[in-house]
């Protein structure tokens, strides 16, 4: 897909079929989440699960349900980018490296024709949680990981339609003319 096509036909989706993403696109949108800048060169301290283990993702919602009382925090999406850093991470470039990670990994997944949306809320809920929930307990990854932010994926019933651009953010233009 053209660059400036995904920009504009990017949105955060919320409604996913239960089809799921092949293992190619899941490579690829892996691939996408690699392939960011990482401040201080910083990339041994950060890692990426993709997880389709529907016992895992039943888990998520369960525990969310229970603790937020806002349900599925993935929207029933069949595929979770999970990010994570290390305890070593520099802690004021976590979230900044993390963020670059999930938008190039959502982008990627527009640009293949998937649905995709970039998930805080639950990150926030769970880590308060004795070693950051079941569903992350349930992961066995390697100690000392912890989830930082989350990419939700998957097809979806929505059509990707260009989006008419909406000035939302201020912006200045400093040049030095008068
Ligand atoms: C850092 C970050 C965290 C987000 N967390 C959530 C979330 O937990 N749940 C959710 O439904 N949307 C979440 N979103 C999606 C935003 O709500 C969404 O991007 C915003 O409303 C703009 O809509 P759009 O993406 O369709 O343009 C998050 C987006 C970002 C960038």
């Given at each position: 897909m053209e660059f400036d096509h995904v920009l504009s036909v990017r949105c955060s989706v919320r409604r996913y079929t239960e089809e799921p993403v092949s293992e190619e696109d899941i490579q690829k949108i892996v691939k996408a989440g690699e392939e960011v800048p990482v401040g201080h060169f910083d990339f041994k301290n950060y890692a990426i699960a993709a997880i389709t283990d529907k016992k895992v993702l039943r888990l998520l919602a369960e525990e969310n349900q229970a603790l937020?009382?806002?349900?599925?925090p993935i929207y029933g999406a069949p595929l979770l980018l999970l990010i994570m850093n290390t305890p070593e991470a520099r802690e004021d470039s976590i979230k900044l490296n993390a963020g670059i990670m999930a938008e190039n990994m959502h982008l990627k997944a527009v640009d293949l024709g998937l649905g995709s949306i970039c998930i805080y809320s639950f990150i926030r809920t769970l880590n308060?949680?004795?070693?950051?929930?079941k569903y992350f307990q349930a992961l066995?990854?390697?100690?000392?990981l912890k989830p930082a932010m989350a990419v939700a994926v998957g097809h979806t019933p929505m059509v990707q339609r260009e989006r008419r651009f909406v000035a939302r953010i201020p912006t200045f233009r400093i040049d030095g003319k008068e």
């Open positions: 937020s009382g806002r349900g599925d308060r949680e004795e070693g950051y929930g066995h990854l390697p100690e000392g």
